[in-house]
């Protein structure tokens, strides 16, 4: 293979993979839901149902600690965090690297595509439970 072929043959396979990655960034909230599963003993999803865990029922747009009737983490109260996207996506990967301190007893989700399903399904769930 003359090596503009081996360039031709990279950058489709750079763009293929980049499309992949750019279909699965939303998440697919029916997986998500099935990921939850493994949430939900914690995090009920129902409006004022704390678990273990508070609700995470709207939780996108929502600051960190700031429900009166769940009693957070210092840490958690403090952190400045709003739930978006994003945050949950760094918050989901490691919450002890992403907060210190907090008392989230989870290891986290090292699978991107798990975490993007995850918060498609939050995302989802925000939506249809919002007043």
């Given amino acids: 293979m003359t090596g503009s072929a081996m360039r031709a043959v990279a950058w ?8 992949a990655g750019v279909v699965h960034a939303g998440g697919d909230p029916a997986q998500g839901e ?20 508070p ?10 600690g700031e429900m009166a009737d769940y009693r957070y983490s210092r840490a958690l109260r403090h952190s400045g965090i709003t739930w ?3 945050a949950l996506d760094t918050f989901i990967a490691d919450p002890q690297a992403s907060v210190p301190a907090n008392r989230m ?27």
């Fill in 12 to 19: 489709i396979t750079a763009m293929l993979l980049g499309a």
């Fill in 34 to 53: 099935k990921l939850y599963e493994d949430c939900v003993a914690c995090h009920p999803i129902e409006r004022g149902a704390h678990g273990i865990g």
């Fill in 55 to 64: 609700t995470l029922y709207g939780i996108i747009g929502r600051k960190a």
């Fill in 84 to 86: 978006t996207a994003e």
């Fill in 105 to 131: 007893p989870y290891a986290g989700m090292p699978d991107t595509v798990d975490r993007a399903d995850l918060i498609a399904y939050l995302q989802r769930m925000s939506k249809s439970s919002a007043p």
